[in-house]
């Protein structure tokens, strides 16, 4: 493809990452974005430091909440749009890549369309998460190690490692391409050293934040959320990650089972005719689907769909490339009429249901709430999920309190995922016992799901004892509203 | 944990029964493809008029299926 052509195909993918991009409210991970990007820059890296994330994502979100204010819609505009923007950079990204390796003009149009339609990709291009500027680092480093850009790739890799944890799977992914692009030099000393400059400055500079994903990682120990990779688990992913969100049940079925034969007969293909540079997009597209799965086996579960989403591009030019080998024009255009449906049909979906979930009924609670709220009445959140939704779209002065962590807990037996009790104070939370606070009446907000304790659900039980005063879910995962009581 | 947690685990688990034999499904699709295909070279099926036929039977009987279920899908919901 010319430039002119990919600028244009860059440009539409931007209009569709646009489009409708604060259609959905912020859910629960974006107003945690939200939340502790609007501290001061110094209780803002404190509060990451009980997270999970590195912080270099967040740099650009303080910058942006400062510049929206908190207005929930403005908000949701400004920290959407970097990732927006990252999204179609990918495209271009994408097609500098196919030219490193001089991918086939065919494949390379394929791979630059299903970048351009795909909904996984519109929907982390509409997200307040670093995902999309996960991916736009790596790109950036694996090109510039096809292109031999060395000091691009280690300024990209430091960019990268402070952005994602995942970072590192990618940054194993990289060195792999790095060490076969340079396999005719590695008797010489020199390329070593160069490699190892490349690749040893990001890990010296991530070095400072290693300690602090360690104390991240005791912190949450045995209280992540993240289930054990089972080979459906896996399936699934690289599914999502190339055809985005899940289609009505009997098209699903058909979708999947073609999207696993095609990528079967792609790689089959590959193994089989070798073309020149399939093997630095072979390891970016595998390694890290692979990686966290072996680190989930031996260490803990880590393994995300949402982490592989850097390794779509590198899927879709082999895809593209298979694609483009089918020599009869007739038979090209019957894949097409297969594929095209599943990516048109789901990016129509997600732009029709956006699915990113549960602030419909937080927004429930919030309206609830500031319909009845009287002067003197205060907010009690039995778990702090909902002090997060909250912060973004209920009202700010009414005083606001956490239930502290029951006696008949142990210490850190907590939601699974939910903020850190790190997180929670850099954020001011109050956790009072509620006999201990003035009030007229309290509002308690109820949150409980399948992440939830049941030392906690069994000891606040009174709090929900009678009449809900606003119901926003009961069913088989979730049990969430308000119960109001006077003091 | 509490029994949400529990159900949450079982849908889990009723998913990855589901794609996992859809993922068998797909590789036997593959497999039926590429058997086919070296039957058809080894000069073990029918004439090349007849795996034509058979070869088109596939395709277009698949797309028929395909396309059928899409618009069912969509007149249904």
């Known amino acids: 493809m010319t430039r002119k052509n990919v600028l244009i195909t860059t440009f539409i993918a931007l209009g569709l990452r646009m489009f409708l991009l604060i259609n959905a409210p912020l859910w629960y991970d974006e107003s945690f974005t939200a939340w502790v990007s609007a501290q001061p820059?110094?209780?803002?890296?404190?509060?990451?430091?009980?997270?999970?994330?590195?912080?270099?994502?967040?740099?650009?979100?303080?910058?942006?909440v400062h510049i929206s204010g908190t207005n929930p819609v403005r908000m949701a505009f400004w920290l959407r749009l970097p990732s927006a923007i990252f999204s179609a950079a990918a495209v271009y990204q994408t097609w500098m890549i196919s030219q490193s390796v001089r991918w086939p003009k065919r494949a390379e149009i394929a791979a630059l369309v299903?970048?351009?339609?795909?909904?996984?990709?519109?929907?982390?291009?509409?997200?307040?998460?670093?995902?999309a500027f996960m991916q736009f680092f790596v790109l950036l480093a694996f090109w510039a190690i096809l292109d031999r850009r060395w000091k691009l790739a280690?300024?990209?890799?430091?960019?990268?490692?402070?952005?994602?944890?995942?970072?590192?799977?990618?940054?194993?992914?990289?060195?792999?391409?790095?060490?076969?692009?340079?396999?005719?030099?590695?008797?010489?000393?020199?390329?070593?050293?160069?490699?190892?400059?490349?690749?040893?400055?990001?890990?010296?500079?991530?070095?400072?934040?290693?300690?602090?994903?360690?104390?991240?990682?005791?912190?949450?120990?045995?209280?992540?959320?993240?289930?054990?990779?089972?080979?459906?688990?896996?399936?699934?992913?690289?599914?999502?990650?190339?055809?985005?969100?899940?289609?009505?049940?009997?098209?699903?079925?058909?979708?999947?089972?073609?999207?696993?034969?095609?990528?079967?007969?792609?790689?089959?293909?590959?193994?089989?005719?070798?073309?020149q540079g399939f093997v630095p997009l072979a390891i970016l597209g595998a390694v890290p689907v692979i990686l966290p799965v072996i680190v989930s086996w031996v260490w803990s579960p880590i393994f995300l769909y949402r982490g592989l989403i850097a390794a779509a591009p590198a899927l879709y030019l082999i895809i593209g490339w298979w694609w483009g080998r089918i020599s009869k024009p007739v038979l090209r255009w019957y894949a097409v009429t297969l594929v095209a449906p599943v990516m048109l049909v789901g990016l129509v979906n997600y732009y029709a249901h956006n699915p990113k979930g549960g602030?419909?009924?937080?927004?429930?609670?919030?309206?609830?709430?500031?319909?009845?709220?009287?002067?003197?009445?205060?907010?009690?959140?039995?778990?702090?999920?909902?002090?997060?939704?909250?912060?973004?779209?209920?009202?700010?002065?009414?005083?606001?309190f956490k239930a502290p962590l029951p006696p008949t807990c142990q210490p850190g037996e907590e939601t699974l995922g939910g903020l850190s009790a790190h997180t929670r104070r850099a954020l001011g939370i109050r956790e009072v016992p509620l006999d201990e606070i003035r009030h007229n009446r309290v509002f308690v907000v109820w949150g409980q799901g399948p992440t939830s304790r049941s030392c906690w659900a069994d000891y606040y039980a009174y709090l929900i004892d009678g009449e809900p005063f606003h119901l926003s879910e009961d069913s088989r995962y979730v049990l969430s509203g308000v119960w109001l009581y006077d003091n | 944990m509490t029994h949400y947690f529990d159900a949450w685990l079982e849908s889990l688990a009723a998913r990855d029964a589901t794609i996992e034999k859809m993922f068998w499904m797909g590789v036997s699709l593959v497999l039926t493809w590429l058997l086919f295909h070296w039957l058809e070279r080894k000069g073990l099926l029918f004439s090349k008029k007849v795996n034509g036929w058979i070869m088109s039977a596939m395709l277009w009987g698949g797309q028929a299926l395909y396309w059928?279920?899409?618009?069912?899908?969509?007149?249904?919901?």
Do not use: C
Request: overall charge negative; cysteine-free.
């Open chain 1, 41 to 64: 820059f110094g209780a803002m890296i404190d509060a990451l430091m009980g997270d999970t994330h590195p912080p270099l994502y967040y740099l650009i979100t303080w910058a942006m």
């Open chain 1, 114 to 131: 299903m970048m351009t339609i795909s909904p996984f990709q519109v929907f982390y291009a509409q997200e307040a998460r670093m995902y």
């Open chain 1, 154 to 275: 280690t300024v990209s890799m430091i960019a990268l490692v402070y952005t994602q944890n995942y970072g590192l799977f990618y940054m194993v992914a990289l060195g792999l391409a790095a060490l076969y692009r340079e396999r005719a030099a590695l008797r010489n000393t020199g390329t070593w050293l160069r490699l190892g400059l490349v690749f040893g400055l990001p890990i010296l500079t991530w070095l400072p934040w290693a300690w602090v994903m360690f104390y991240q990682m005791s912190i949450i120990e045995g209280g992540y959320w993240i289930t054990p990779p089972t080979a459906g688990a896996v399936i699934s992913a690289v599914y999502m990650v190339l055809f985005g969100l899940a289609q009505a049940e009997p098209i699903h079925i058909l979708t999947v089972v073609g999207a696993v034969a095609l990528l079967i007969l792609a790689f089959l293909r590959l193994i089989q005719k070798r073309p």
């Open chain 1, 359 to 400: 602030t419909d009924r937080l927004l429930g609670v919030v309206n609830a709430i500031r319909a009845e709220y009287q002067e003197g009445d205060i907010i009690y959140h039995v778990d702090a999920g909902s002090m997060v939704g909250w912060w973004t779209y209920g009202d700010k002065e009414i005083p606001q």
């Open chain 2, 68 to 77: 059928g279920t899409i618009i069912y899908t969509w007149i249904e919901s």
